[in-house]
């Protein structure tokens, strides 16, 4: 039996977290006054099914205390072994339309045969279609005293309002780390399995604040283990993820401005020894960590981060608002990267922006120079520089097309950040490489320039420059060429004063080519 099930809590005592949910409930059983609808919301793993049947268990317990079942009585063991008659649990993933609603909305009206209350527990209750919702809507409306409907779901956003209304509502989150690691702590002492404290402290991090991901995890180390002792070296060769400390080394490279160690360091981890997304959200966590620390600026009160020690040494080092910026990059990058064949470039990519952007402060000319070129100076050249998604360059740009390209009207609303929007639910390699370009629209060109080469090569290449033509024309309704340009449209009025850092760059990037051999 997977360790999840085995140990899953039979009693509300024996549910960790969730101190505030199951306060509610155990008065409202105690008192007899819980809701015939309720609706337990929450991620993956938290508890949700587990504290669904202890409802159950509670409301057909023979004698409860305080709103604790027994566990003695009959009804007690028969959900615990799964087979009472009057608790059904539906999938709502796999019974999702509106004959199943009905069947159940028929079989509603039989009483209960053993315990006190008929019990529904719809599992995803998201997944539900809308006939079927409706059908379940007139049932929650007046449902017959002796029902109760536990509905339980991870995305109830996708829950029509309408239920919500009717249900009384129960939002259980993530579980602390710390309550992970004491639980699986348990679960292996039981289970006889031996783990070191740094490696809970791995395993309780990756599970996210599922218990479910937990133990499975426990369960997938201890058959590689064999008997061994589970130690953090074991455990990540075991779950090809990185120590936390080549990460923390990146900024340390930043600080040095070690270039080549640092990129050395970034194909380390994103060659394909690790797993990216996982590797990623280590990153992540280490960043929100630095986020955390550079906001309170102090030791004191760091006892829940786990990189404290570690991450204080940078605090006050780079720049907090662009380390927001990318943390939130970061983000969006493991999103962009579970739809990629090549699931390593978003990742190599960002980590050549982060080195960048923290490393641009170290010399105070290089933002002078970027501050000199004010909006209106750009505005003045015809030229547009885009970066993400700022609704002021999508003015811009409009203004661009309305200028220069007169464009049909029906192309008005047509601007370069919406263009780019939808790239990125279509293409994401393309987007990744154009959303820090410089763009400069004429009437039949895309001129395009980035300020590193590895992406101008990237974009160069043939197929990618037809790809990305097509794709315009055909957002444009009209044909247009693409020209990758070597040199900044904004770059023309300064050149003098940019030309080292651009050197500077060209270095960095050859290096970059060479040592990921990609692009041409
Ligand atoms: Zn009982």
Redesign the pocket.
Known sequence: MALYNKYRPQAFSEVISHEAVKRTLLKALEEGSLAQAIILMGPRGVGKTTIARLIAKSLN????KAGE?????Y??QAIAQGSHLDVVEIDAASNRGIDEIRELKEKIKNLPVLGKKKVYIIDEVHMLTKEAFNALLKTLEEPPSHIVFIMATTEAHKVPSTILSRAQRFQLKPARAADLKTAIYKIASLEKIAITDEALDYLADMAEGSFRDALSLLEQLQSYAQGREIDKELLLKALAIPDYAIIIQLFEDILQQERSRFIARLNQLFSGEYNFEVTAKLWLKIFKELLILSFLRSKEELSGLRFAEKLFPFVGKFPYSKLVSLAEELLNTIQIAKNQSEASLPFILFGLKVYQELTADFSSRSSQIENSLSKEELNSKNIVKNSGQKEANQGLLKQEQKKDLDPPASNDNLSWSDFLRSLAKTHTTLFTLLKDAEIEITSQKVRIFHQFSFHRKRLKDLKTRRLLEEILSSYYQKELIVEIIEESPTKLSHPSEEDREVVDDETFENTVIEVFELGV
Do not use: D, E, M
């Open positions: 317990c023979q004698s409860p079942p027994c566990l003695n009585c009804s007690c």
